[in-house]
T-cell receptor
Framework: AQKVTQAQTEISVVEKEDVTLDCVYETRDTTYYLFWYKQPPSGELVFLIR??????QNEISGRYSWNFQKSTSSFNFTITASQVVDSAVYFCALSEWGGYNKLIFGAGTRLAVHP | DSGVTQTPKHLITATGQRVTLRCSPR?????VYWYQQSLDQGLQFLIQ???????AKGNILERFSAQQFPDLHSELNLSSLELGDSALYFC???????????FGEGSRLTVL
């Protein structure tokens, strides 16, 4: 069965600190997609990234970076120089290849960035 | 703004009642998905439609049903409501069955 574990329920940091959100997944599929979404206090789900299981290259987008390690089934998300606007709940998700976007979400990590 | 429109944004109703949530996908997107976010279950996939046809089903209760109309908008019908149905219901759309998902702002249902 597919499963996504985000062991960190809540993280609290001070502005400008770097923070890493952990995501560990389980799947029997050899091909799959991994995602990160952000849910700010307003409630909407904001897409951050989708990676397929063939591409293990790390990705950087501004202050955001993602580390995908197939060997440890992890897809961690790092925010560099955090800002108050980064305060949100962050979800990691998994779907099988060709899985019709049937995402399996983790429980989420609530990030609070304090001034 | 994702381009996915959901109505109503908030809904309060009583146990045993029936409600309909509506979703208009992004222009050009053929696939519509419904997800439920509750305190107990977290974010769960409910059901997916592609160009009017059901394509995938998740943990959707028998009391719930959905459809996608010829103009591609979708409705999620929730009947015989229970307290535990209180949740945020998200609609999402994508161009095809594997394209990037765009989520609406959600419809928050409160069952009293």
């Amino acid at each position: 069965a597919q499963k996504v574990t985000q062991a960190q329920t809540e993280i609290s940091v001070v502005e400008k600190e770097d923070v890493t959100l952990d995501c560990v997944y389980e799947t029997r599929d050899t091909t799959y997609y991994l995602f990160w979404y952000k849910q700010p206090p307003s409630g909407e789900l904001v897409f951050l990234i989708r990676r397929n299981s063939f591409d293990e290259q790390n990705e950087i987008s501004g202050r955001y970076s993602w580390n995908f390690q197939k060997s440890t089934s992890s897809f961690n998300f790092t925010i560099t120089a955090s800002q108050v606007v980064d305060s949100a709940v962050y979800f990691c998700a998994l779907s099988e290849w060709g899985g019709y976007n049937k995402l399996i979400f983790g429980a989420g990590t609530r990030l609070a960035v304090h001034p | 703004d994702s381009g996915v429109t959901q109505t109503p944004k908030h809904l309060i109703t009583a146990t045993g009642q029936r409600v309909t949530l509506r979703c208009s996908p992004r222009s050009g997107d053929l696939s519509v998905y419904w997800y439920q976010q509750s305190l107990d279950q977290g974010l769960q996939f409910l059901i997916q439609y592609y160009n009017g046809e059901e394509r995938a089903k998740g943990n959707i209760l028998e009391r719930f049903s959905a459809q996608q109309f010829p103009d591609l908008h979708s409705e999620l019908n929730l009947s015989s409501l229970e307290l535990g149905d209180s949740a945020l219901y998200f609609c999402a759309s994508s161009e095809d069955v594997t394209g990037e998902l765009f989520f609406g702002e959600g419809s928050r249902l409160t069952v009293l």
